[in-house]
């Protein structure tokens, strides 16, 4: 209706569900993107993923993924020279994903509802434990699924002076608290086209407030019930 189009950055959500539908299946966007860095919720090691159900747009993403080059004769600007022949039809990239990430990534995909199920069973388990706490949680609205790629805490306003004493007491006590995400208009690089502290103030509040706590599928009752009691003891 506007004649925009629509690329979803899904990278934290693989698994998860919006309005019913999986996210990724197109419905809400023309192209959405997928990570499977280490840390995301399945891996390849390294790489990502793009989804469309535009054959166009796959057509141009397959050519730019492989140096714009192509070897079907119905795409090429004249016959083929032999068996071995192939023409760089636009200015590409080297983004192929190695055949050993791609195994690594079927085998990883084979258990992403399991994942998700586990993630969901411990964020659960945290809401519950702090429910009744000074923390402020983060869950998903209506009919959503999230992935749960992170677990994320907000700190009581009145403690956010108290953020980085208490991310540092909770490493040293062998857990590894950490913040997600540092505004991007506060990098050096977006500082220098102009952007300042105080353009975004909302993102800036919650950037001195947001506590990730671990979250992973192998995460065991034991070690989550040591996380609970130790952010309890420190935020009061």
Same mark, same amino acid.
Request: charged fraction near 15%.
């Given at each position: 209706h506007y004649g925009f189009s629509i690329i979803e950055d899904a990278s934290h959500a693989?698994? /998860?569900? #919006?309005? /019913?539908?999986?996210?990724?299946?197109g419905q809400f966007s023309d192209i959405s993107v997928f990570s499977f860095h280490p840390v995301k919720i399945i891996t390849s090691a390294e790489g990502g993923m793009a989804?469309?159900?535009?054959?166009?747009?796959?057509?141009k993403l397959r050519l730019l993924r492989s140096h714009g080059i192509v070897s079907d004769q119905k795409r090429m600007t004249e016959a083929s020279h032999g068996p071995w022949y192939y023409q760089q039809i636009a200015l590409g990239f080297n983004y192929r994903m190695t055949e050993l990430q791609a195994a690594l990534g079927l085998s990883q995909l084979n258990r992403l509802d399991e994942f998700v199920y586990k993630r969901n069973t411990l964020a659960k388990k945290y809401d519950d434990a702090f429910?009744?706490?000074?923390?402020?949680?983060?869950?998903?609205?209506?009919?959503?699924?999230?992935? +749960?790629?992170l677990y994320i805490v907000l700190l009581a306003e009145h403690d956010a002076k108290n953020h980085k004493s208490i991310i540092e007491q909770l490493r040293a006590k062998d857990i590894c608290a950490h913040v997600h995400y540092i505004p991007i208009h506060l990098q050096p690089y +977006?500082?220098?086209?102009?952007?300042?502290? /105080?353009?975004?103030?909302v993102a800036e509040q +919650? #950037?001195?407030?947001?506590?990730?706590?671990?979250?992973?599928?192998?995460?065991?009752?034991q070690e989550q019930h040591y996380i609970i009691n130790t952010v309890k003891s420190l935020i009061g």
């Open positions: 693989v698994g /998860g569900k #919006y309005q /019913g539908k999986a996210i990724g299946c989804l469309t159900n535009n054959a166009e747009l796959a057509d429910a009744d706490s000074s923390l402020s949680l983060l869950r998903p609205h209506g009919d959503n699924v999230s992935a +749960y790629h +977006y500082q220098e086209l102009g952007f300042n502290p /105080g353009d975004f103030p +919650y #950037y001195q407030r947001a506590i990730s706590l671990p979250l992973f599928p192998n995460l065991s009752e």
